[in-house]
């Protein structure tokens, strides 16, 4: 599977974002999809999450009521909708893939539970 994530950018504070992650090779075999960000100087930490037939939407505390993750099948895109972003929010957002077996709710915010990630897309919110 391969994730090609896309959508970062500058945005102010209080702005709004669409982030992508088109995924290609053997989609049918996805689980779980996952997005990670990680700051400067910090850990990689989980955003949110979404099972590929679309149930199970975890939320970091740090986004709930902000972040809306969702994914077209048809597509085989997962998109994170980012409203009312603050300078906090500034990292580099990564998408990640599970394949095979789905993730019990408990682990999905572990990236060592997926399989595959994305490049990174870059988000910097200004105050």
């Known amino acids: 599977v391969q994730l090609q994530a896309s959508g970062g950018g500058l945005v102010q504070a209080g702005g709004s974002l669409r982030l992508s992650c088109a995924a290609s090779?053997?989609?049918?075999?996805?689980?779980?999809m996952g997005w990670f960000r990680q700051a400067p100087g910090k850990e990689r930490e989980f955003v949110a999450a979404?099972?590929?037939?679309?149930?199970?939407?975890p939320y970091a505390d740090s986004v709930k009521g902000r972040f809306t993750i969702s994914r077209d099948k048809a597509k085989n895109t997962v998109y994170l909708q980012m409203n009312n972003l603050k300078p906090e929010d500034t990292a580099v957002y990564y998408c990640?893939?599970?394949?095979?077996?789905?993730?019990?709710?408990?682990?999905?915010?572990?990236?060592?539970?997926?399989?595959?990630w994305g490049q990174g897309t870059e988000v910097t919110v200004s105050s």
């Open positions: 990640s893939a599970k394949v095979g077996g789905r993730i019990i709710t408990s682990q999905v915010r572990e990236p060592s539970r997926y399989d595959y």
């Open positions: 979404i099972t590929w037939s679309g149930g199970g939407t």
């Open positions: 090779g053997r989609t049918f075999s996805m689980a779980n």
